[in-house]
């Protein structure tokens, strides 16, 4: 299935143009325009998912394994030291375009952690409901 008027489903198809690193008949890896570093790299599967609740399992079982030969290729290719694999799923957690990606991020041992967070404190007995609210849904 494709959503016509998704830029990463005419990305994906090659109807617009792009940086491709990598493709094959399930997936299109291509440069992102915005780099968080250079050689940033975003997964776009060949089929429109909205996010990860979408993903056909046949896609999900590739994209680790692919997340891992572009992250490889980027160590390789550019002298990373390391790589984030990032994954955004609704605005409020940063994703801005609504086609399920994935994004591989070269990192260096000199630069600060960009994918971070300040530890928070749970209250008394406050995890224990938390994960019980979630096992319900599960
Ligand atoms: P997200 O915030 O997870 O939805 O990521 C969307 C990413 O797509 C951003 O990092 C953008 O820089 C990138 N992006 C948007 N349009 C294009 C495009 N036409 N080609 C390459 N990357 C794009
Ligand atoms: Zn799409």
């Given at each position: 299935m494709r959503d016509?008027?998704?830029?990463f489903c005419k990305i994906a198809a090659g109807e617009i143009p792009s940086s491709t690193l990598y493709e094959d008949d399930m997936f299109r890896v291509i440069l992102d325009l915005g780099p968080a570093n250079p050689?940033?790299?975003l997964i776009l599967p060949k089929e429109h998912f909205k996010d990860v609740t979408e993903l056909d399992e046949?896609?999900?079982a590739k994209i680790l394994p692919l997340a891992a030969k572009i992250g490889?290729?980027?160590r390789k290719a550019l002298g990373a030291d390391g790589f984030n694999v990032v994954q955004n799923?609704?605005?409020a957690a940063g994703q801005t375009v609504f086609h399920f990606h994935v994004h591989i991020i070269p990192r260096y041992d000199s630069e600060a952690p960009m994918v971070a967070?300040?530890?928070g404190k749970y209250a008394?007995?406050?995890m224990e409901q938390t994960a019980e609210k979630?096992?319900?849904?599960i």
């Open positions: 016509d008027n998704c830029i050689g940033h790299a046949k896609y999900a490889t290729a980027q799923n609704g605005t967070w300040n530890p008394e007995g406050e979630i096992r319900k849904e």
